[in-house]
């Protein structure tokens, strides 16, 4: 059953718009920062705010479901988690320091396209 699940997550994953672009329109950059881990700390502090953006999203939207809806949601999230690290851990094996900047990067943009998903997914629109 868990498998079905997976299954059905993937392929609802694979049919939403990939909107995630790192240093795209949303980009911030961190104010006069420019070593290299004070870059990763500004990205990873963003990603905080993004996570708990997401976190309040998924609670609302497991709230208002069905509950046939569910474990499908649960095992989308846990997919979904395990694909932005998966992808964004690609920018982290090269070589260079911008590497780092563009692993957080990664992460902090998935995690705000995440939480807007879920959060218009609430809308039923």
Known sequence: M???CVVSALALM???PAEAEIFGPGFQPCGEKTSTP???ECVQAK???ADQRLNAAYKALLAR???AQRQPLLAAQRVWVQYRDANCGFYRVQDGSIRQVQAAECIRSMTEDRARELEKAMTFD
């Open 2 to 4: 868990i498998r079905i």
């Open 14 to 16: 694979a049919a939403l």
């Open 38 to 40: 004070d870059v990763v």
């Open 47 to 49: 990603t905080s705010v």
């Open 65 to 67: 479901i069905e509950a």
